[in-house]
Structures are given as structure tokens and as C-alpha cells.
């Protein structure tokens, strides 16, 4: 049998600057550290920094005064920063750039008073800091295609459209074009905001869903991007996420010669490690990797916590 794993496929760059600094802050502050949401959308992340002393906490005011707050890479609302503030806690701010780069957006939208439809997923994390930042033009969520075609504005000569930055890179454009014929003056502050990890991981999975049998996505369900991910190789082969190697059934290897391997951008590469390793007591099997696409970017953790 042959394995293929997928590049680009795990952790992005925003996963990684958001972990390096919670690593930093663990290692500077004495324990419990709070966070305000997951920081990032992976159960393994997750379970590793619950271990090792971390305590999510949505509500900011049932935080203890004083503590020590890390904003998750998704972001967070400007009411939360100054619930934060008030209960004089030291935060320390993960949000992926590409997320604060939302936010600009919206900052500049709030403040000239241009009225924002914003392309996500009304309950995600993000989506809820970047409304968060208005606290004067009006918003308007659309999530699918039928919103699209449905929504009502108050204002469409004073309107413009942000995006999640982990949407579906094909329908995402497909609701970008109902809304500019819908509404033909609507402002594209950022184009659309889906990131440059997003957009390869998809492009990748795609590529790899018409080459193989069978494709394991590691990612957890509260994942938006593994999430997308899972819906782009259904279309092409048969396709399971999975957490790790311990969700893996047997059954899913019968008729198979070729498994494809993908990991969303807040999943650990040992994951998939774990995996092979596992899977070599069923089957003979050579792996190898292909690259579709090769990324470059990386951020810098914010001074204030180089050691
Ligand atoms: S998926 Fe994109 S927006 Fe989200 S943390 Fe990674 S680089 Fe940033």
C-alpha cells in the first residue's frame, strides 16, 4: 500500500507564533494562565496546554483579578479587551496577524461609518472578534449562498465585505460575485481575507483527493479549516478526519492501493507520525511526500516576550 502525504498540510504560521508565545508565557508566569477561548482549534493543542496548567475561560469576568490572560489566534472583541483590562489582567495577545490584519479592516470600516457584510460562520470564534470591533457602522453575517442572494441592506452605496480567513476558498468566491452583482458598489477592503494557509491546504487536498483511494484529514471537528478540508476531498475520494491514529477503522483499508494525508493548519505533525507508525502493522507500506505548493511566511512573537 502507498501513503502519500500532502505539503503544505499542519501547522501555519499564525498556529505557530500563537504557541510559541503561550510556551513563553508558561514558562515566565507562575500558574494558572487563562485563556479566552481555545487557543487554537485543535484537541490535542488543546488537552497538551489544559495539562500543563492552562484554564480557558469565555467569560472574562469569572477570571481571578489580576491574572494572566493569553487572547487566542483567533481574536478577540474589543469588550473582552476591556472586561480584561478592567479586572486589571496582563494580556498577552495571540491573534494571528492575518486576523488583526481583519480587523484594521474593520476598524477603518467602523470608524468612516461603511455599513460591513461580513462572509463566515455567524458562531466561530473569529468571526465573533471581528464583529466585536464595530460599535458603530451596522454588520451583517452571510454564510452561504443563500444568504447571498437574500440579504437585505440598509445602505448598499455605503457597504463592504470582509471574510473569515478560513473559509472555502471555492464557495467563498462564488458568494463574493452574488454580492458584487447584488450590490455593485460594494467596497472590497481586503479582497477577500482567506489566508495564504487556508488557500494552499485546500489547493493541496484537492490535488491529493484525485490522486488516491482514500484521504485521512488529522484535524478535530471544531476546526474550521479541517472542516473545509474534509468537504473539498469528499468530493473527490473517500475521506475521514480523525484526531489521531486511535480513530482510524480498520474497515476504511479494504480495496484500498493509495491513502492520501493532510493535516489542517492547528494540527501537530506528530499526529500524523503516530499514524504511520501505527498503520505499518496492517500493511507493507512506502510513503512518500509531494509538494504542491511551498510556503515561506513566518511572524515574529511580539517583543515584549523574547526572552
Ligand atoms: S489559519 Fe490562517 S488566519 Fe488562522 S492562524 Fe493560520 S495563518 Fe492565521
Redesign the pocket.
Known amino acids: 500500500m502507498n501513503i502519500i502525504l500532502v505539503k503544505p498540510r499542519g501547522f ?4 505557530v507564533r ?1 504557541i510559541n508565545i503561550v510556551k513563553q508565557v508558561l514558562n515566565m508566569y507562575k500558574l494558572p494562565i487563562y485563556m479566552n477561548h481555545e487557543l ?1 482549534h485543535n484537541n490535542y493543542v488543546v488537552n497538551f496546554l489544559k495539562k500543563n496548567g492552562v484554564i480557558i475561560s469565555k467569560n472574562i469576568n469569572d477570571i481571578p483579578k489580576g491574572s494572566i490572560l493569553v487572547i487566542s ?2 481574536g478577540a472583541s474589543k469588550n473582552i479587551i476591556n472586561d480584561a483590562y478592567k479586572r486589571n489582567l496582563t494580556i498577552f495577545d495571540a491573534t ?4 488583526k490584519k481583519v480587523h484594521y479592516q474593520a476598524y477603518y470600516a467602523n470608524k468612516n461609518n461603511i455599513d460591513t457584510i461580513i462572509i463566515g460562520n455567524s458562531q466561530h470564534q473569529e468571526v465573533l472578534g471581528t464583529i466585536g470591533q464595530y460599535n458603530n457602522a451596522t454588520t451583517y453575517i452571510v454564510e452561504s449562498l443563500h444568504d447571498a442572494n437574500h440579504i437585505k441592506v440598509k445602505n448598499s452605496n455605503k457597504l463592504c465585505f470582509l471574510t473569515q ?2 473559509l472555502s476558498i471555492f464557495n467563498t468566491y462564488k458568494i463574493i460575485n452574488v454580492l458584487k452583482d447584488r450590490f455593485p458598489n460594494i467596497l472590497e477592503l481586503g479582497k477577500n481575507n482567506i ?4 488557500d494552499n491546504r485546500q489547493q493541496a487536498v484537492y490535488k491529493l483527493s484525485r490522486m488516491t483511494d482514500l484521504v485521512i484529514i488529522f484535524g478535530s471537528n471544531i476546526s474550521s ?1 479541517a472542516n473545509r478540508l474534509l468537504e473539498i476531498a469528499r468530493k473527490y475520494s473517500q475521506a475521514y478526519m480523525i484526531d489521531d491514529f486511535s480513530y482510524f477503522k480498520e474497515q476504511w483499508l479494504n480495496n484500498i492501493n493509495t491513502i492520501g494525508i493532510t493535516s489542517s ?2 494540527t501537530p505533525e506528530l499526529l500524523i507520525r503516530q499514524f504511520i507508525k501505527y498503520i505499518k502493522q496492517y500493511s507493507n507500506i512506502t510513503v512518500k511526500e509531494i509538494t504542491i505548493s511551498k510556503e515561506k511566511l513566518s511572524f515574529k512573537s511580539p517583543k515584549v516576550l523574547k526572552i
Open positions: 501555519c504560521a499564525g498556529v500563537a487554537v489566534a483567533h494571528c496577524p492575518l486576523v480567513t478560513t489566508c495564504y494557509a487556508t479549516n493548519a492547528s
